[in-house]
């Protein structure tokens, strides 16, 4: 993450860091990117460059962390818009992604190069996984999501549904950052997703079946 140092600079300066950073990071593979060629356009000497962060990697962490808080904050928007309808406010985040994805808004536009520059690489694993950070959001997002409609209302219980929501809207915009010219249908697939967690994927009659061979149940 940043040093203390660089949250002191004036707004202009760090500005002026990011674009640099950015403009590096979505133009070449992480592996490729250069240091050299973020402090030429951030027009800082190197020695600024390591009392800002430790590394690149540092410096992509940070980028990282940047765009789950944005995201995470468009997605509470959407929750108290769906009046903390958590399958609903998914689906409303879909058709904001694919709305601003095809007015080129930033955030959407440099997910997409991340991806395009690094294909086949795991950008959530090299952004350092974002532990702290997910906590940190999952608590934010319950605030906000009307537990009433669930059959169980315990923050374990919400929690694992709020990451699995997350995870199938995470999967198809990841899809289409890959592959936009692909969108047609995605849409739906998500309904089906979410449907299944939202309605489960068994019968009734099922249900009364163990198939967990070590006594243990849902």
């Known amino acids: 993450m940043c040093k203390e140092t660089f949250l002191r600079l004036p707004e202009e300066k760090r500005t002026r860091v ?9 133009t070449v593979s992480f592996a490729n990117a250069s240091i050299n060629r973020i402090i030429r356009g951030a027009g800082i000497p190197r020695g600024s460059f390591y009392q800002y962060f430790e590394d690149k990697s540092d410096l992509f962490h940070y980028l990282m962390s940047r765009i789950h808080e944005q995201l995470s904050e468009r997605y509470r928007e959407v929750l108290r818009a ?16 694919v709305s601003e994805q095809r007015r ?24 350092r996984g974002h532990y702290a950070e997910k906590d940190k959001i999952i ?72 198939d967990f061979p070590e006594g243990g149940s849902l």
């Open 18 to 26: 990011i674009n640099a950073a950015w403009d590096e990071f979505t």
């Open 82 to 97: 769906s009046e903390g309808n958590l399958f609903r406010s998914a689906l409303m985040s879909y058709d904001r992604f």
């Open 104 to 127: 080129g808004r930033t955030v959407f536009e440099r997910c997409m190069a991340l991806v395009r520059v690094n294909p086949g690489m795991d950008l959530e694993s090299l952004g």
């Open 139 to 210: 608590g934010e997002l319950l605030e906000e999501i009307d537990k009433s409609p669930f059959r169980r209302q315990d923050t374990r219980f919400l929690s694992e549904v709020c990451c699995m929501t997350g995870m199938c809207l995470l999967s198809v915009i990841m899809d289409g950052l890959s592959a936009p010219e692909q969108e047609p249908g995605r849409r739906e697939e998500l309904i089906d997703a979410l449907d299944i967690l939202r309605r489960g994927s068994y019968t009734e009659a099922a249900l009364s079946r163990d």
